[in-house]
C-alpha cells in the first residue's frame, strides 16, 4: 500500500525575535492510504507544531522532506495543500462572526472545484441538501448551519462542525489537532462516530491526542509517541494501552538516561 503522506527527518526551529528553538528534531514517519495514525505524547513535545508545519502555517524554519501524494507538500501555500485534500481540524476552532455556516461551507466547496479546474460545483439546491443530509447523520440540527461559524458554539458543537466540514470535502488526509481537548463523553462519541463513517481505503487520518479516550472508539493503525521533538515509539493500538497504564514517565525516563550518556560521551 503506497503512502499518502511521507515525512523524512523534518526538522522545525521556532524563530522568536532574538531567540531560536528546535521543537522537532528529525521526525519520520509515512501514513498509508486508508490507515488512521496517532501521535501521542506530553505538552510541549511538538505535536502541534507537526500539524501546524504540515498545514502550511508560518514562523517556522522547516527542513526536511514531506511528500503528501506524491507532491512536495512544503512547496504549497496553506491554501494550495488544501485544495489537494489536507484538511486540520483545529485544537481551538476560530469563531467567524457574521459568517453563516451554509454560506461558510458553500464557498469552501465553489473553491475547491475552482482549484480542480471546475466552473462551478454541484447545483446550489442539491449542496445544501447534501449538506444538510449529512449534518443529520452527524446529529447537528439545521439551525447551526444558519449560525455564524462557530460563534457562540459549545466546544461539542464547535467539534461537530468540524466533523460536518470533513464530511463536506471529503479530504484525502484529515489531520485533528487535540480534537478531543474539552469533548465530554457524548460529544467525542459522535464525533468518533463521524470519523468512524468517513474511513475508506482512500482517506487517512492523523490523530494528535495526550490521552486514549478519543483512540478507544476510533481503532489506530499504528501509535507514534513524540518526546522532545522526536518519535521514541511506534507501535500497534496496543501502545495506547501501556501508555494509559504506565503514563509517559518510563519513556521520559529512558530519555533523561540516554541524554546523560551522550554528555558523558562527549566529554
Known sequence: MSALLS???????????????????????????????????????????????????????????????????????????????????????????????????????????????EEATEDRIAQVKRVRALARDLGIEESMLKRSVNDGFSGGEKKRNEMLQLAALQPKLAILDETDSGLDIDAMRSVAEGLTRMRDATRSFLIITHYQRLLEYIEPDRVHVLLDGRIVRSGDKRLCAELEAEGYAPLLQQQAREKSHATLSAD
Open 7 to 117: 515525512i523524512e527527518n523534518l526538522r522545525v526551529r521556532l524563530e522568536d525575535g532574538e531567540t531560536s528553538k528546535e521543537i522537532l528534531r528529525g521526525v519520520s514517519m509515512e501514513i498509508p492510504r486508508g490507515e488512521v495514525h496517532a501521535v501521542m505524547g506530553p505538552n510541549g513535545g511538538g505535536k502541534s507544531t507537526l500539524a501546524s508545519v504540515l498545514a502550511g502555517r508560518e514562523g517556522f524554519e522547516v527542513e526536511g522532506r514531506v511528500l503528501f501524494d506524491g507532491e512536495d507538500l512544503l512547496a504549497l501555500l496553506p491554501e494550495e495543500r488544501a485544495h489537494k485534500g489536507l484538511f486540520l481540524a483545529f485544537q481551538y476552532p476560530v469563531a467567524l462572526p457574521g459568517v453563516q455556516g451554509m454560506r461558510f461551507l458553500s464557498e469552501a466547496l465553489d473553491a475547491q472545484a475552482r482549484a480542480r479546474g
